[in-house]
């Protein structure tokens, strides 16, 4: 692995490339102290490009463990769910609706002569139905809106420490049925791998100069 890094007016910059299933992904990472990195954005949306419904964060950070290296890295994952719960329960709330409205609709309709002296014309029929369904075009968007999804956010933690589902179950099933976990699991794994080369060859050995910069590759 090759590591570009640069420092300049005090801040250090790493980067790097890691190739998932032969494809390059592009990593930044800031200093080892502070744990912060980003990809390329165009390189992992070209992994996943036939999966639109799954994403990944660009950017994250990273904690270190008792050698410093990082223990955990963290990512962000959003995924479009749609949740067959949801979807019911729209439905019940349209076909409660739509029952309430024809309900109304038939009782005017069989007072009508009383009150108006007249049998209702069908034009009469058409201004009932649609002064009464309001609440149903309502349930119908609800409807429609449930059974387009919604996009929700889970964290990840890449590598071997797994990731936390309990409250975001839905997401990371979405994302189980894509490339997206194992390509944070790359990406953990590259960002370890530099981590440890940025150690051993001592590449934040910082200036007497604070206002220096300079350029090392190793």
């Known amino acids: ?25 592009r990593i930044e990472m ?14 992992v949306k070209a992994i996943l490009a036939d999966t639109p419904n799954v994403s990944i964060d660009s950017s994250g950070c990273w904690y270190g463990d008792g050698d410093r290296l990082p223990g955990q ?3 962000g994952i ?14 019940a709330v349209l076909a409660k609706t739509e029952a309430e409205r024809d309900m109304i609709v038939k009782d005017c309709l069989e007072d ?21 369904s309001t609440s149903v075009d309502w349930a119908y968007e609800r409807l429609e809106e449930a059974e387009k999804g919604e996009w929700e956010y889970a964290g990840y ?5 797994g990731y936390n589902s309990s409250e975001h179950c839905l997401v990371t099933r979405e994302a189980e049925m894509t490339e997206a976990l194992e390509i944070c699991d790359t990406i953990a794994d590259a960002i370890r791998q530099a981590t440890k080369k ?5 590449m934040e050995c910082r200036p007497c100069d604070a206002d220096s910069s300079w350029e090392k590759v190793a």
């Open 1 to 25: 692995m090759e590591i570009r890094t640069t420092y300049t007016e005090g801040d250090y910059n790493h980067k790097f490339e890691t190739h998932h299933q032969g494809q390059r992904i």
């Open 30 to 43: 800031s200093s080892t102290d502070g744990g912060a990195w980003s990809v390329n954005g165009d390189d």
């Open 73 to 75: 890295v963290d990512f």
């Open 78 to 91: 959003n995924a479009l769910v749609i949740d067959e719960e949801k979807i019911e329960q729209a439905k």
């Open 112 to 132: 009508w002569e009383e009150d108006y002296g007249e049998k209702p014309t069908q034009a009469d029929e058409d201004e009932l139905f649609e002064d009464n």
């Open 157 to 161: 933690e890449g590598g071997p420490q």
């Open 198 to 202: 940025i150690y051993n060859w001592q």
